[in-house]
């Protein structure tokens, strides 16, 4: 059953102006949620909803408008900045608020008089990671990353054989993700020189960043119970874009027998905004694996999934170098790609997940692993883009990269278009390197 509505009207427009402009990732038919404080101030953090260039305070909010008893019940932890336990509601719940927020925010609205007043702009915001992340997993959905990468190791294999099998995925480090607009500092880690005898301990040379986005649990299962396909949309709270850093030449050399770790686990960037999987509904899409390749095992397929499972999401990897920020020149961007192109969905993924009775909490962040488009030029990763470290990248101001380099501000963009729908952002996911630590 489809759960397009009235909320998706591309039409719609809203009495804060800036959300109808045609360029704004945050119409009236987005309203992502997000954790802020007024910059520089000690107040307690609450919970947002972004409106075109402007915040909606929903602690504010809450006071100032006027709501049915079902709405403010739902809006109270917000107001205190709990976005876990309204992540916990069920999705009509969830979908109730939405639509609140929605007619209080369109064009015409009584309620405009009360909620200007309980507007902030986003450049006056301080942003936070959104919800209190208890276990992030990353998984590798991303079938051109997986063969290109897999091509500079194993050329004539590479993919293994359970890829087209099993959604892959590996457990990562939640304390050290962060939001957008921060640093990340070049890790330290056991490097093995070509050629040596011996590992040394050093700064990572061969710095990266991979292009994901990230799927935050709603409702979770409990231990022991599996969550069946089904009721998967019923646990999927709402989509991030995410940066999984990655130190290649420390995983080159940790990875085997067990895969990543310190390589991985130093640094992670999320965007501030969590676009809800209502929001999403228009860019739905079929969703299948080549006839020639495995089919899904019937645990992680549906009907709903193959009808509808995918998503149509453009995605962008955007640098500024320091060079290119001391002049005032904007970020060039590297590459562009599709999430359409992922081997498994989102559902598939948290299915998966569960399966073995794994209990999955209401703020839980999946990643869906770097992705890649079929060509070339549309790599999620400096390793791809690079073939390896073989090739540079020449930049728009003569610059070259292969690697990440100190200084390097790293940008993820995404936006979901299709005819007909109105198009949706997700902000943007930036950080700048900074040096490694001392030895």
């Known amino acids: 059953m489809s759960l397009i509505d009235h909320t998706h009207r591309p039409d719609a427009l809203s009495w804060v102006t800036s959300a109808n402009a045609a360029d704004t990732d945050f119409p009236i038919q987005n309203l992502p949620y997000g954790l802020f404080r007024r910059a520089g101030s000690n107040e307690s953090a609450r919970v947002g909803i972004a409106i075109g260039d402007q915040i909606l305070d929903l602690k504010l909010a809450a006071a100032a408008g006027k709501w049915s008893s ?28 939405r639509h609140a927020i929605f007619e209080a925010l369109l064009e015409g609205s009584k309620q405009q008089t009360a909620l200007s007043a309980c507007l902030l702009p986003q450049a006056a915001a301080q942003m936070a990671v959104p919800c209190r992340i208890g276990d992030y ?54 490097l093995m020189p070509p050629g040596a005898e011996a590992p040394v301990r050093a700064a990572c040379k061969r710095l990266d960043h991979e292009l994901e986005l990230g799927l935050f649990v709603a409702g979770g299962n409990a231990l022991g119970e599996p ?61 299948a694996h080549p006839e020639s390749d495995p089919q899904p095992l019937p645990y992680i397929d549906s009907a709903k999934n193959r009808a509808e499972g995918g998503y149509q999401i453009e995605l962008e990897v955007w640098l500024q170098t320091e060079a290119m920020r001391a002049k005032g020149e904007p970020a060039t961007r590297l590459m562009r790609s599709n999430f359409k192109h992922a081997y498994w969905t989102l559902a598939q993924m948290l299915t998966h997940h569960a399966s073995n009775g794994c209990n999955l909490q209401p703020g839980d962040l999946l990643g869906t692993g770097t992705q890649s488009g079929p ?47 109105r198009r949706i952002g997700f902000g943007e996911c930036v950080a700048t390197i900074v040096p490694a630590p001392a030895l």
């Open 375 to 421: 060509e070339a030029n549309e790599g999620g990763s400096m390793l791809e883009l690079s073939n390896g470290g073989k090739q540079s990248l020449t930049l728009p101001n003569g610059e070259t990269r292969s690697f990440l380099l100190d200084g390097d501000a790293v940008g993820l963009r995404a936006y979901a278009v299709r005819e007909g729908a």
């Open 227 to 287: 969550i069946d396909m089904e009721d998967a949309d019923e646990h999927m709270f709402g989509v991030t874009l995410l940066n999984d850093w990655s130190a290649r030449d420390m995983q080159g050399w940790e990875y085997q027998p067990l895969g990543p770790f310190l390589a991985k686990n130093f640094a992670t960037t999320i965007s501030p905004w969590i676009v809800s999987m209502d929001a999403l509904e228009p860019f739905r899409t079929a969703f």
């Open 70 to 97: 079902a709405v403010q019940v739902l809006l109270q932890p917000l107001a205190d900045g709990d976005l876990n336990t309204f992540m916990a509601q069920p999705s009509a719940q969830r979908r109730l608020l």
């Open 137 to 190: 997993t990353d998984f590798y959905t991303g079938i051109h990353h997986a063969t290109t990468v897999g091509k500079l190791f194993r050329p004539d294999n590479p993919l293994l054989p359970n890829y087209k099998w099993v959604p892959i995925g590996y457990h990562g480090r939640s304390s050290s993700i962060g939001v957008s607009g921060g640093t990340v500092r070049r890790p330290l880690g056991q």
